[in-house]
């Protein structure tokens, strides 16, 4: 089961958590309003950036957007997150990183990792159309 968790002695929280909050929205916006048999509702989010300090190599401590983390629990900049509201299907859109960054990063995840990691129905790259 996948967790979300900020370091080896915190507190894990199953990333079901997050799926849950995503129907709870979901249920509440199908409640309180009567879209169209032809709509396709969609709840679009964008997460944090990193932000340089002084446009150097340096960056300040980066913290997710809150609305964010709590449909995805996502805690990696530059990515983005939908929910269809018809269906609950939610897709995460993660950044292409560089091959260079896993010298510095550790192995890259893939889009099956973020799809395990953060149990979304799909993920696309953001620079995929």
């Not at 509702?41 to 401590?61: A, E, K, M, R």
């Not at 900049?77 to 269809?84: A, L, R, S």
């Not at 896993?102 to 973020?114: N, Q, R, S, T």
Request: proline residues 5%.
């Amino acid at each position: 089961m996948a967790v979300f968790q900020m370091g080896s002695h915190t507190h894990a929280i199953p990333m079901t958590l997050y799926r849950d909050n995503r129907t709870k929205v979901v249920n509440e916006l199908q409640r309180a309003h009567n879209f169209g048999a032809d709509s396709m509702p969609v709840i679009l989010l964008q997460g944090g950036d990193n932000i340089s300090h002084y446009d150097t190599d340096v960056d300040y401590v980066f913290r997710q957007e809150s609305y964010f983390t709590y449909l995805f629990g996502v805690t990696e900049p530059g990515c983005y997150g939908t929910v269809e509201i018809k269906t609950g299907r939610s897709t995460l859109y993660v950044p292409r990183l560089p091959e260079e960054y896993a010298v510095w990063m550790g192995p890259l995840l893939g889009l099956e990792d973020f799809k395990k990691k953060y149990e979304v129905d799909t993920v696309y790259f953001v620079d995929e159309s």
